[in-house]
């Protein structure tokens, strides 16, 4: 696993400039900033299922998801093309079940999944709200979120978790299941 991880980190500094993934350069910085926090979700999703990432951008937190849980079939969503390929080289190179989708989310029919996440696209309700149309009964939406922020209440929807994680500075961790 952490194999995978290091070679994640690898890839994207390697391809930062490129596409505009980070500013950061240093691969133990990328590593705090970005891979941990992603992982510290683990605790709140399924072991298996489709997990799908909104805005996954430079891979965050799906791929490092995928890959501490490797039964989870990964479903990215990114509009812009360039970092939508990005995503599908990774998960060639990481050799993770990926679906990669270069478009809106709200523009795609159901994608049928268990669990999503998300990291800084939008306000809860709007990602709630994003998620509706594509989850299984059941499914769980994790986000990290500011401290401050309260649990929204969004129709279907019902605040389930909330909890600290170290990893996540400032943030702590909202989840919601889906009873729609």
């Known amino acids: 696993m952490q194999d995978k991880l290091d070679a994640y980190t690898h890839e994207v500094l390697r391809f930062r400039k490129a596409l505009n993934l980070t500013s950061i350069s240093d691969a133990n910085a990328f590593d705090r900033r970005f891979v941990q926090p992603s992982i510290a979700l683990q605790d709140w999703l399924p072991n298996q299922g489709r997990l799908l990432d909104i805005g996954s951008g430079m891979g965050v937190p799906g791929i490092p998801l995928l890959i501490v849980k490797p039964d989870l079939q990964g479903v990215l969503v990114e509009r812009r093309k360039k970092r939508a390929e990005f995503l599908r080289h990774l998960g060639r190179v990481?050799?993770?079940?990926?679906?990669?989708?270069?478009?809106?989310?709200?523009?795609?029919?159901?994608?049928?999944?268990?669990?999503?996440?998300?990291?800084?696209?939008?306000?809860?309700?709007?990602?709630?709200?994003?998620?509706?149309?594509?989850?299984?009964?059941?499914?769980?939406?994790?986000?990290?979120?500011?401290?401050?922020?309260?649990?929204?209440?969004v129709e279907g929807w019902r605040g389930k978790d909330v909890g600290d994680v170290d990893a996540i500075e400032a943030q702590q961790v909202q989840c919601y299941a889906w009873e729609g």
């Open 94 to 153: 990481l050799d993770l079940d990926v679906e990669v989708h270069d478009a809106d989310v709200n523009a795609l029919p159901s994608l049928g999944v268990d669990a999503c996440v998300a990291r800084a696209v939008t306000n809860v309700k709007g990602l709630l709200d994003m998620c509706t149309p594509h989850v299984n009964q059941g499914a769980v939406a994790v986000f990290p979120v500011p401290r401050e922020q309260e649990t929204v209440h």
